[in-house]
Every structure is written in structure tokens, then in C-alpha cells.
């Protein structure tokens, strides 16, 4: 059984947002789609309590973009974005929610970042989902949405890791690409055995 997985599709990653992501608000039309054709639809929100240790305001004398170590390795910090409950946290308003059955927010512990929608930053800290997709006999996902080289890149490669197919729709995400970022993402998601596919070769199968 096979779920769509979409992917931080919110305001503070698109244009006008505080980490948007170059034409964040383009691949919508399509991940709409792609709702539409999906039987199992499951969101992530990235959900930060303000004074997140990801975001570079959180350090003195650090800047966005620029890395520090944490408790768990290195971490590049952020402007602050996806502040619980701030505009800028919620889903596009263009996105078609209504039909998700799962929404894993992500982030919210104050010293831990979490791009995969699997585990923390630290590696070791699940955020419920591999089993929740085993419960539900979940064994293929399509991954869709924000940003290619970070939620979406992990996500990739921790669900290969937990044993699930893994899908990434090439036209329904968008990167950030920060420091050669994106083009080392779709590496890392090919040496890790994650299938790359359009919209419309997905949109073709039953
Ligand atoms: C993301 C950076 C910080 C993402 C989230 O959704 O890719 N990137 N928080
Ligand atoms: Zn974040």
C-alpha cells in the first residue's frame, strides 16, 4: 500500500515567507494533483517553540546559514521560521489539506532540530511515523514538497533506512540550496536506493 507524503508545504517556505525556498509556491498545482490521485495522504509541519536552537537568533554573534555544534553534531542554523501557531508555521493556503489523514509536526523539542519526518536531528529520536506506515501496512511513499536538500532528504533516506519503498516526485519539490546542498541531496537520495519520478509517470499508475 502506497501514501503520498507532502512535505513542510508551509507559508514560511514559500515567497514572502522567513525561510522561503525559490519557487516553494510553484510545485502546489501539482501536489494538489497529487492529493487528489492518492488514496493515503499524510502531511509534515515543521513546529518550532520560539527560541528553537536551529534558528541562529537563539546565538549570540550567529548569523542564518552559518553552522554550529550541538549537542548531537553540526547544525546549520536558520532565520526563524514555523514559530507554533505564527502564520508562517501554517500550510499554504493554497494546499489541499482537508484530505490528509496525519499530520506529523516536527521540531518542536526546543534543542533538537528535525528534518525527516522519521527522526530528530539527533538520529535517535522517532517521530512516530515508520511506525504508524507499519500499523496501517504502509510500505511505499511518495515524497512531495519542502525543501528537496533537507526535510525532504531525510525523510528519503531515513524511510529507505526503516525498510520502506521510496519515491521522490522530481517536479513536486523544490530546494533550498545552501552551500552545494541540492545537488549533493539527489546523490545522497540515489546512492540510497530512493526511486526519482515525475508527477505525471505517478499520476499513470492505478
Ligand atoms: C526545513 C530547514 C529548517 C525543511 C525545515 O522543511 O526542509 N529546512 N527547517
Ligand atoms: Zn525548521
Same mark, same amino acid.
Given at each position: ?6 512535505? +513542510?508545504?508551509?507559508n514560511?517556505f514559500?515567497?514572502? &515567507?522567513n525561510? !522561503?525556498?525559490?519557487?516553494? +509556491? !510553484?510545485?502546489i498545482?501539482?501536489?494538489?494533483e497529487l ?5 493515503h495522504?499524510?502531511?509534515?509541519q =515543521?513546529?518550532?517553540?520560539? &527560541?528553537?536552537h /536551529?534558528?541562529?537568533s537563539?546565538?549570540?554573534? #550567529?548569523?542564518p $546559514?552559518?553552522t ?6 553540526p547544525?546549520?542554523l536558520?532565520?526563524?521560521?514555523c514559530v507554533?501557531?505564527?502564520h508562517g508555521?501554517?500550510f499554504?493556503?493554497?494546499?489541499h489539506? +482537508? #484530505?490528509a489523514q496525519?499530520?506529523?509536526? #516536527? ?5 533538537? +532540530?528535525s528534518?525527516s519526518a522519521?527522526?530528530?536531528n539527533d538520529? @535517535?529520536?522517532?517521530?512516530?511515523? %515508520?511506525?504508524?506506515?507499519? @500499523?496501517?501496512?504502509? =510500505?511505499t511513499?511518495?515524497?512531495?514538497g519542502?525543501a528537496?536538500? $533537507?526535510?525532504v #532528504?531525510? /525523510? %528519503?533516506l531515513? &524511510?529507505?533506512?526503516? &525498510?520502506?519503498t521510496?519515491?521522490?516526485v @522530481?517536479?513536486?519539490?523544490r530546494g533550498? =540550496?545552501?552551500?552545494g /546542498?541540492? !545537488?549533493q %541531496?539527489?546523490e545522497?537520495?540515489?546512492?540510497a536506493g530512493?526511486?526519482?519520478?515525475s /508527477?505525471e509517470e505517478?499520476m499513470q499508475?492505478?
Amino acid at each position: 500500500m502506497r501514501a503520498l507524503l507532502v512535505v +513542510d508545504i508551509q507559508n514560511d517556505f514559500c515567497p514572502g &515567507g522567513n525561510l !522561503a525556498v525559490p519557487g516553494g +509556491d !510553484a510545485i502546489i498545482a501539482r501536489v494538489n494533483e497529487l492529493i487528489e490521485h492518492f488514496g493515503h495522504v499524510l502531511l509534515t509541519q =515543521d513546529w518550532h517553540p520560539a &527560541g528553537h536552537h /536551529s534558528f541562529a537568533s537563539t546565538h549570540a554573534g #550567529k548569523a542564518p $546559514f552559518e553552522t554550529t555544534e550541538l549537542a548531537y553534531g553540526p547544525q546549520i542554523l536558520w532565520p526563524d521560521h514555523c514559530v507554533q501557531g505564527t502564520h508562517g508555521a501554517a500550510f499554504h493556503p493554497d494546499l489541499h489539506i +482537508d #484530505k490528509a489523514q496525519l499530520i506529523i509536526r #516536527k521540531g518542536f523539542r526546543k534543542e533538537i +532540530d528535525s528534518y525527516s519526518a522519521f527522526f530528530e536531528n539527533d538520529h @535517535e529520536t522517532p517521530t512516530g511515523l %515508520a511506525g504508524y506506515l507499519r @500499523e496501517r501496512g504502509i =510500505d511505499t511513499l511518495y515524497l512531495t514538497g519542502l525543501a528537496t536538500d $533537507f526535510c525532504v #532528504k531525510y /525523510s %528519503a533516506l531515513d &524511510g529507505r533506512a526503516q &525498510g520502506f519503498t521510496v519515491f521522490v516526485v @522530481e517536479d513536486a519539490v523544490r530546494g533550498i =540550496d545552501t552551500q552545494g /546542498s541540492l !545537488a549533493q %541531496a539527489w546523490e545522497e537520495m540515489r546512492e540510497a536506493g530512493v526511486a526519482v519520478v515525475s /508527477s505525471e509517470e505517478v499520476m499513470q499508475i492505478a
